[in-house]
């Protein structure tokens, strides 16, 4: 399986999606996961006071010929905080990025249904992408509750 | 999906060139889509049933960074395309003897081409050039940007075992030329592009299929008249709706017509609509194709052109499947579809209009799709047109797939 690498770019976007969704004030210590879909750059994060606030991952799945690249955030319950779209290769279908779909998933805990056309809404015309970037949500969650000790 | 093929690929790589590509490394990716059908014309003029891969279509892609890739589509309908040589005897009779007997004076045979009905083409073939996260440009042999289904036709994106009626006789699907298009995302939700193709060919517009035939693929396309081409969609939460258009000549210089860029003029304007909302999914096209030279068309070319045409059509479908199975993720969708094209709705003054050009299609039936890209199709289809005669039903069944 083929494991996930940052190059400075996605690096620094992860960076800046981290303040964003943990807030200024956190701190990400970053971490290698190794998942049975392959390793993936991840990080837990501490807010100001120490205690742990959450984890976050980055994931690559397949888009229509390119691989889109998102990274999952969980609170420290283990449900999803946050999904932010790193990096989109393709000129179109890029829709998965938009606010409003990827507000669906927050909240979302491991073994949640994550089915297009049913809990998450599809995009027409941007199938393919909406199916994988579920599919990368559903995979993470898992492996971060795992990362931050939830059984 | 085309990830793992891409490993493959890259593993393949490895093996045939030793170190020379890391797994991963390689960004080339393979894809495709393929449909086959059984058509049986249970009433109506066509008495033969068929069966037969429609189309089997590749694409190959490949990222060179970030921002710059290529992308391809070939194509190979109706399985086989070859050309073969038939020898037909023929007698050359000289004279004619006294008792009326003819005397054969020469023998031979000539040899004819007889051509399958299969066809290769290379339906899409670009460069695309990103130039930030939200626009860019890509120029080759390009989709012209008008309708759902003509960027969007792969099997599992529509219902049916054939593409509607619309998107064949009245937006000439596949419809491509070479030409250049950028295109951007100005605001969230909003997605433009727009650009310039080379055109469509006046010669063989008119009739049922409207402007089917005037498309030139880009094979030596004659690049006489530029054509401009735009199309906006808007994103919403449980739909996206779209407007496209297409405005060109068609005269490929020929001064009869004229040989202005914009002589022998048509203009295209269509808009869509796709809605899901629980498993319910409502979709609608709909235009007009305006031909204001249509009775020069007609004077110099002589294929009965309209001058405005109409078309357009509803379709709804329900995924039955999680009323049954709750955990399911597969999807059963009976869905209905209503079509009506007109390609004689005003002619010039000198073509006859033929009601024959105006027809009525309803087409309803099943979709199973064990996955996303999986579908199984069978639908019953009722074609008819305004003279009452020549209707045609069809029952057909059908699979297909993409990857």
Same mark, same amino acid.
């Given at each position: 399986m083929a494991d996930v690498a940052l190059d400075a770019r996605i690096s620094e976007k992860a960076k800046l999606a981290l303040r964003r969704i943990f807030g200024a004030a956190s701190r990400a210590t970053p971490t290698l996961l190794e998942a049975k879909f392959g390793k993936r750059p991840s990080w837990t994060v501490r807010g100001e006071s120490g205690a742990i606030v959450g984890a976050a991952m980055v994931d690559e799945v397949p888009g229509k010929s390119e691989r889109i690249t998102i990274l999952v955030a969980s609170g420290p319950d283990g449900r999803l905080k946050d999904l932010e779209v790193l990096a989109y290769r393709e000129?179109?279908?890029?829709?998965?990025?938009?606010?409003?779909?990827?507000?669906?998933?927050?909240?979302?805990?491991?073994?949640?249904?994550?089915?297009?056309?049913?809990?998450?809404?599809?995009?027409?015309?941007?199938?393919?992408?909406?199916?994988?970037?579920?599919?990368?949500?559903?995979?993470?969650?898992?492996?971060?509750?795992?990362?931050?000790?939830?059984? | 999906m085309r990830s793992l093929l891409r490993s493959r690929l890259a593993t393949i790589l490895l093996t045939a060139s030793g170190a020379a590509f890391a797994e991963g490394e390689s960004k080339t990716t393979l894809g495709g889509y393929a449909e086959a059908e059984y058509v049986n014309p249970v009433a109506g003029p066509f008495a033969k049933s068929h069966a037969d891969v429609h189309r089997l279509v590749l694409f190959v892609a490949h990222g060179f960074d970030d921002k710059l890739s290529f992308h391809s589509e070939l194509e190979v309908e109706h399985v086989l395309t070859e050309l073969s040589k038939k020898s037909t005897t023929v007698t050359t009779i000289d004279k004619v003897s006294a008792n009326g007997d003819s005397v054969k004076t020469k023998s031979g045979s000539v040899l004819t081409d007889v051509s399958s009905p299969g066809?290769?083409?290379?339906?899409?073939?670009?460069?695309?050039?990103r130039l930030g996260t939200t626009a860019g440009f890509r120029t080759g042999l390009l989709l012209v940007p008008v309708g759902i289904v003509n960027e969007t036709h792969e099997p599992n994106t529509y219902h049916g075992v054939h593409r509607p009626l619309y998107a064949n006789s009245f937006i000439p699907t596949t419809w491509r030329d070479l030409g250049i298009i950028a295109y951007g995302n100005p605001v969230e939700g909003l997605h433009l592009k727009g650009g310039v193709m080379a055109g469509l060919s006046g010669s063989k517009i008119g009739?049922?299929? %409207?402007?089917?035939?005037?498309?030139?693929?880009? %094979?030596?396309s004659n690049a006489e008249n530029l054509s401009l081409v735009a199309r906006a969609e808007y994103t919403l939460p449980f739909a996206k709706l779209g407007l496209g258009s297409w405005f060109g000549g068609t005269s490929g210089g020929d001064t009869a017509i004229g040989d202005g860029n914009f002589d022998g003029s048509v203009l295209v304007v269509a808009g869509d609509v796709r809605a899901e909302y629980q498993g319910l999914f409502v979709r609608a096209e709909g235009g007009v194709i305006e031909l204001p030279d249509a009775e020069k068309l007609q004077a110099v070319h002589k294929k009965n052109p309209g001058e405005r045409m109409v078309g357009g059509y509803v379709e709804v479908a329900y995924d039955v499947l999680p009323l049954l199975l709750p955990e399911t993720e597969q999807a059963l969708l009976p869905f209905v579809r209503y079509e009506k094209i007109d390609t004689h709705f005003e002619v010039p003054s000198n073509v006859v209009g033929n009601p024959a050009n105006s027809q009525t299609q309803i087409v309803a039936g099943l979709t199973w799709k064990p996955h996303s890209q999986v579908s199984f199709k069978a639908d019953y289809t009722w074609l008819r047109n305004e003279t009452g005669i020549g209707g045609v039903d069809l029952l057909k069944l059908g699979v297909g797939c993409s990857f």
């Amino acid at each position: 399986m083929a494991d996930v690498a940052l190059d400075a770019r996605i690096s620094e976007k992860a960076k800046l999606a981290l303040r964003r969704i943990f807030g200024a004030a956190s701190r990400a210590t970053p971490t290698l996961l190794e998942a049975k879909f392959g390793k993936r750059p991840s990080w837990t994060v501490r807010g100001e006071s120490g205690a742990i606030v959450g984890a976050a991952m980055v994931d690559e799945v397949p888009g229509k010929s390119e691989r889109i690249t998102i990274l999952v955030a969980s609170g420290p319950d283990g449900r999803l905080k946050d999904l932010e779209v790193l990096a989109y290769r393709e000129s179109y279908g890029g829709e998965v990025a938009q606010e409003a779909w990827r507000a669906q998933f927050r909240g979302k805990k491991p073994g949640d249904p994550l089915r297009v056309g049913r809990q998450i809404r599809n995009i027409s015309g941007a199938t393919i992408s909406t199916n994988s970037v579920s599919a990368g949500v559903s995979r993470s969650l898992p492996v971060l509750a795992g990362l931050l000790g939830i059984p | 999906m085309r990830s793992l093929l891409r490993s493959r690929l890259a593993t393949i790589l490895l093996t045939a060139s030793g170190a020379a590509f890391a797994e991963g490394e390689s960004k080339t990716t393979l894809g495709g889509y393929a449909e086959a059908e059984y058509v049986n014309p249970v009433a109506g003029p066509f008495a033969k049933s068929h069966a037969d891969v429609h189309r089997l279509v590749l694409f190959v892609a490949h990222g060179f960074d970030d921002k710059l890739s290529f992308h391809s589509e070939l194509e190979v309908e109706h399985v086989l395309t070859e050309l073969s040589k038939k020898s037909t005897t023929v007698t050359t009779i000289d004279k004619v003897s006294a008792n009326g007997d003819s005397v054969k004076t020469k023998s031979g045979s000539v040899l004819t081409d007889v051509s399958s009905p299969g066809y290769v083409a290379v339906e899409q073939a670009f460069v695309d050039y990103r130039l930030g996260t939200t626009a860019g440009f890509r120029t080759g042999l390009l989709l012209v940007p008008v309708g759902i289904v003509n960027e969007t036709h792969e099997p599992n994106t529509y219902h049916g075992v054939h593409r509607p009626l619309y998107a064949n006789s009245f937006i000439p699907t596949t419809w491509r030329d070479l030409g250049i298009i950028a295109y951007g995302n100005p605001v969230e939700g909003l997605h433009l592009k727009g650009g310039v193709m080379a055109g469509l060919s006046g010669s063989k517009i008119g009739g049922a299929s %409207g402007l089917r035939s005037g498309r030139q693929k880009g %094979g030596k396309s004659n690049a006489e008249n530029l054509s401009l081409v735009a199309r906006a969609e808007y994103t919403l939460p449980f739909a996206k709706l779209g407007l496209g258009s297409w405005f060109g000549g068609t005269s490929g210089g020929d001064t009869a017509i004229g040989d202005g860029n914009f002589d022998g003029s048509v203009l295209v304007v269509a808009g869509d609509v796709r809605a899901e909302y629980q498993g319910l999914f409502v979709r609608a096209e709909g235009g007009v194709i305006e031909l204001p030279d249509a009775e020069k068309l007609q004077a110099v070319h002589k294929k009965n052109p309209g001058e405005r045409m109409v078309g357009g059509y509803v379709e709804v479908a329900y995924d039955v499947l999680p009323l049954l199975l709750p955990e399911t993720e597969q999807a059963l969708l009976p869905f209905v579809r209503y079509e009506k094209i007109d390609t004689h709705f005003e002619v010039p003054s000198n073509v006859v209009g033929n009601p024959a050009n105006s027809q009525t299609q309803i087409v309803a039936g099943l979709t199973w799709k064990p996955h996303s890209q999986v579908s199984f199709k069978a639908d019953y289809t009722w074609l008819r047109n305004e003279t009452g005669i020549g209707g045609v039903d069809l029952l057909k069944l059908g699979v297909g797939c993409s990857f």
